[in-house]
């Protein structure tokens, strides 16, 4: 269990982190999901004590962080992958964390088989792959067995095999009671494994619920329609009122409207369709509209079509 | 909820992962041979110069000539090559990210700055203790060839053997100090050889008695009195000298915790 009351970050005139409170708690998989520099590195990085609050509090397990008896039996926490120094082998590297709070170095050897580096734990980090760096940090995240996991960005860098890995561990984790935190900008993955949402914008939580209350209250379903008489099309919807917007070549998007609505209205006007199909919200643009105006860096809608 | 047992992790543990941690790099294997070859075979070939050139020399020269000084001159290379391992220990955290994975096994930062002194000072008071001794032995045996030997129970000798052994080790948490304070590799051993080798050159470039004065009091001209059989004009008292050495030390180090405890990582 993770809680923050009235977490704050200021960073010189930039506050990052704005008096926010949360629970994250066991048994499911929560997603913390955000714009890039919305605050949430800087969350998890206070989670694990390594930068300092401005005001508020966050612990684990009741704790400050620093204050655990011996942490990595409560908390593993997998930050950027280089957090190794590359001139260590892998096996070392786990095995001096392992004595920090008097771990077995069998367990070490446990880890580094369940990540399947054990080939290469001999190995110094610093030739590693992203991906096995990324393996590495799991390794040390799972080395004291912890109930509480946090995974920053854990798919970076990982192969498809190892994608699909590491989100039947996350949900492992979770099915086993433990708290599992994970953050990512890939929505498709978030989609996947998260069963919570924290929602992060701007330094403010702008959403804490179930992913698919979430998706239910910020986005809803619209028709695609595809047809050779377009123009017509689109006025003839807009002056009845509806909101339409531009998708690819010879389509548009049609919001309010049943597609039986919209075939009726073709027909009475003897416009042609080629397509007429319900798309279902993702989670992707529920967080579009929510965070729209919580985006630390636009980009001009003309570049980014 | 917590799995596994919930013993609390101690001292003792924080300070077997630093030592292992200390050996499982290779800079500490190269660093510490370094230092042990050059260190001794500088002071060999310091002597061997002075020892060939020596009816050449002026009278005053002959007459400073300080068997315990003369010999371990080439205890300066092990400040150095001391002083870079003592930045690394802290500065390789940090230029490669490391310090997240270590703070995270021990958030404690003052049991952490705590153990990695300890280990350095027991790797550089050893290390330092060999080459001085090793320095020592291997001048003397050259001086003999001139009949200038002297040997460790002669006056002060054995202090000054010890010393150089005491003084490398200073100047190890010295430059751990100064990289915990700099937290880039580049800085903080220019930092360490300003402040050892830098500022002493200025210092002599000081008039008058105030001149002298405040160049008995820098940090390595202070600290390498130790290194003196007898007490000379040119500095301080040997344990007095090495004191202000130690008193810097224990600044640079307070200031390093305060720090340490107070930045974010």
Known sequence: ?305 | MSRGSRRRATFAQALAAEWLKFFTVRSAFWGLLATVVVTVGLSALLALAFVVSLDQLPASRRAAFDPGAYGLAGLNFGVITLGVLGVLTMSGEYSTGSIKSTLAAVPRRGRLLAAKLVVLAVVSLITGLLVSFASFFASQAVFATRGLAATLGQPGLLRAVLGGGLYLALVALFSLGLATIVRHTAGAITAVLGLLFVLPIFGAFLPGEWGATTQKFLPSTAGAAIMNAAETSGSLAPWTGFGVFAGYTAIILAIALWAFRRRDA
């Open chain 1, 1 to 305: 269990m993770i809680q923050a009351q009235g977490l704050t970050k200021v960073y010189g005139a930039k506050t990052a982190v704005d008096h926010i409170d949360f629970e994250v708690r066991p048994g499911v998989v929560t997603g913390f999901l955000g714009p890039n520099g919305a605050g949430k590195s800087t969350t998890m990085r206070m989670i694990l004590g390594l930068d300092h609050p401005t005001a508020g509090r966050v612990t684990v397990n009741g704790r400050r962080y620093r204050d655990l008896p011996a942490p990595l039996r409560e908390v593993g926490a997998l930050l950027e992958a280089k957090s190794v120094h590359g001139g260590r082998t892998a096996y070392n590297h786990l095995r001096c964390l392992a004595k920090a709070n008097g771990i077995s170095p069998r367990r070490v050897a446990e880890t580094l088989d369940l990540v399947g580096l054990t080939e290469v734990a001999g190995k110094r980090a610093g030739g590693f792959s992203l991906g096995m760096a990324q393996r590495l940090g799991i390794a040390a995240a799972l080395l004291g067995d912890p109930g509480v996991l946090l995974f920053d960005e854990p798919v970076n860098g990982l192969d498809p095999e190892g994608i699909r890995w590491i989100r039947q561990l996350m949900r492992s984790l979770a099915a086993e009671g433990r708290t599992v935190f994970v953050s990512s900008h890939l929505m498709a993955e978030m989609a996947l494994t998260a069963e919570r949402l924290l929602v992060i914008g701007k330094g403010r939580i702008l959403a804490d619920t179930t992913m698919s209350a979430f998706i239910a209250a910020n986005a809803s379903s619209h028709v695609r329609v595809r047809s050779p008489d377009l123009l017509a099309l689109a006025s003839l919807l807009t002056a009845r009122g509806c909101r339409t917007a531009p998708a690819e070549r010879g389509c548009l998007l049609v919001y309010g409207v049943s597609p039986a609505q919209i075939g009726d209205l073709a027909y009475a006007a003897r416009l042609r369709l080629h397509e007429l199909s319900v798309v279902q919200p993702s989670l992707e643009d529920a967080f579009m509209r929510l965070t729209a105006d919580s985006v630390e860096f636009h980009a001009h809608a003309r570049d980014a079509a």
